[in-house]
């Protein structure tokens, strides 16, 4: 498999997140070549601020390895990572970050690597834009979604 099927892989975690009107991103670790780890987002389902795709999946492959260090693994993720994640993938000790679509809440990751990573002797390698057209337009219907939700329910007219 390649990286586009990879993440392909992380789109259907996505569309899970979805239907369970959680932020539709979803996550899958590579190691060898094979997935040992897949999850999706579950914070509004588990109440639980660190129930990221990235973290609930980290956590698998790091029982499934039986270690914390996941170096020769790739993680792929449909939207860019937030900086709770990011600190558990270099921490992890990834080989790669692969990512569809970027998050504007947040600075450049590029920026935020090259100061972070200057403290480590760990490199993360980092590949943007893997079928970052269908990681949008998910993301952009669950926005829309919620915000017709939101306009509803705060209607005056009944």
């Not at 987002?41 to 588990?46: G, H, S």
């Not at 973290?55 to 790739?74: M, N, P, Y």
């Not at 992890?92 to 600075?107: N, P, Q």
Request: net charge negative.
């Amino acid at each position: 498999m390649n990286d586009i099927q990879f993440m392909e892989e992380a789109l259907v975690e996505a569309k899970i997140a979805l239907d369970k009107d959680e932020v539709p991103v979803g996550c899958v670790i590579v190691k060898n070549g094979e997935i040992i780890a897949r999850a999706h987002n579950l914070k509004e389902t588990k109440q639980d601020v660190t129930s990221h795709a990235e973290i609930i999946a980290i956590k698998i492959a790091s029982e499934k390895v039986g270690s914390w260090r996941l170096d020769g693994c790739e993680i792929y993720v449909n939207l860019e990572p937030c900086l709770m994640c990011l600190g558990a993938i270099v921490s992890a000790r990834f080989d790669r970050l692969i990512y569809g679509v970027r998050d504007k809440k947040y600075e450049s990751l590029d920026t935020i690597l090259s100061k972070y990573l200057d403290n480590f002797n760990h490199q993360l390698k980092v590949t943007t834009d893997v079928l970052s057209e269908s990681s949008k337009e998910l993301l952009q219907s669950f926005f829309k979604k919620l915000r017709m939700k939101d306009i509803e329910e705060n209607s005056y007219v009944k």
